[in-house]
C-alpha cells in the first residue's frame, strides 16, 4: 500500500495537496490498478516507475539519521524543554496547527527573524564536499549560501520555473535523481508561495524519495489563514510566522525541526 501510494503521488500530484485518510487510500489503490492510459497500457506500477526516476523504497524514512554540526541550533534542541509560558504554548500549537503537524514529530523554536532561522539552518546542516544545497528562495535573504560555500560544499541556484508540475521531465526532478555516492545528497530549499500562488507539496516528497532534506519556506503564507496539509510530506525543516494576540512581538518567526530526520544529542567537544 505504501509502494501504490508513492506512485500514486507521483503519477497524480494534485493527490499531494492534502491530507489522505485512511478511508481514501483504497481508492488510490483503485486508481493505480484500473490506470488504461495510453501510454502506461500493459505496464505494471513497477515499470512505470522508471518514469519519475525513483524506488519506491526511497523515502524520507529510509535516509539515515543525520548528526547535526556543532551550532546554536543543536545546543537549543540538546537542551530543549517543554513550553511553560501561554504565549509560548499558543505559539506553538498555532504553528504547529498551521501546518498540521505535531510536536511528537517536531520541534519548535522561536526566532528573531526569517534570516536568523536561516542561519541557524546554514550553521548547523552538515555540509561538506561532495552534497550539494539547491535553493529556489531568493538570493536576498539565502544566507545559507554563504555556509556552504564556506564549507565547501556545491550551491544549485534554481529559478521558480522549475516548481512547475507542469513541465515534462522537469529539470528539478534530474536534479533530484543525479547520481551521488553520499546519503542525504543534501538539502533542498523553496517556498511555499511563489507570485502568490501556492508551491505543489509533490516536490517535498519527491526529494524524500531521492534523498535529499528539505526545507520549506512557508513564512509568505498567512499560516493562520492559508493553512498547511504537511503531515503526509513532513519536510525536515519548516519556516513559518504566526501571529499571537496581545503578545509582543505580536509575529512570531517559528523553525519546525523534524525529530526522525536529525540526531539532536549533543556531541562531546
Known sequence: MQYVQQY?????????????????????YRICINDDTPDD???SPKNNNASFGTN??????????????????????????????????????RALQSCGLTEEDYFVLFLPSIKE??????????????????????DEYDVIKEFVLY??????????TWLDLRIKGS???????????????????????????????HWISEAHRNY??????ASGLDVGKDRLALALHRPDFVMCTVEIARA??????????????FDTAATSS
Open 8 to 28: 500514486v503521488f507521483a503519477k497524480y500530484p494534485e493527490y499531494c495537496n492534502g491530507l489522505v485518510e485512511e478511508s481514501e487510500k483504497f481508492e488510490l
Open 41 to 43: 497500457k500493459g505496464k
Open 56 to 93: 519506491h523504497n526511497t523515502c524520507s524514512s529510509d535516509m539515515t539519521k543525520i548528526q547535526l554540526e556543532p551550532s546554536k541550533l543543536l545546543d537549543i534542541l540538546a537542551k530543549k524543554t517543554e513550553f511553560h509560558f501561554d504565549p509560548e504554548i499558543q505559539a506553538r500549537n
Open 117 to 138: 532561522a536561516l542561519m541557524m539552518v546554514g550553521e548547523s546542516y552538515p555540509f561538506y564536499r561532495g552534497n550539494y544545497y539547491m535553493t529556489v528562495l531568493g
Open 151 to 160: 564549507k565547501d560544499s556545491k550551491v544549485i541556484a534554481a529559478p521558480e
Open 171 to 201: 529539470q528539478l526532478s534530474q536534479y533530484f535523481r543525479r547520481k551521488c555516492k553520499h546519503n542525504p545528497k543534501g538539502l533542498f530549499a523553496y517556498p511555499a508561495c511563489t507570485n502568490g500562488a501556492r508551491s505543489s507539496m
Open 212 to 217: 535529499w532534506h528539505v526545507l520549506l519556506d
Open 248 to 261: 509582543q512581538p505580536s509575529k512570531i518567526t517559528c523553525l519546525l525541526v523534524r525529530k526522525k530526520s
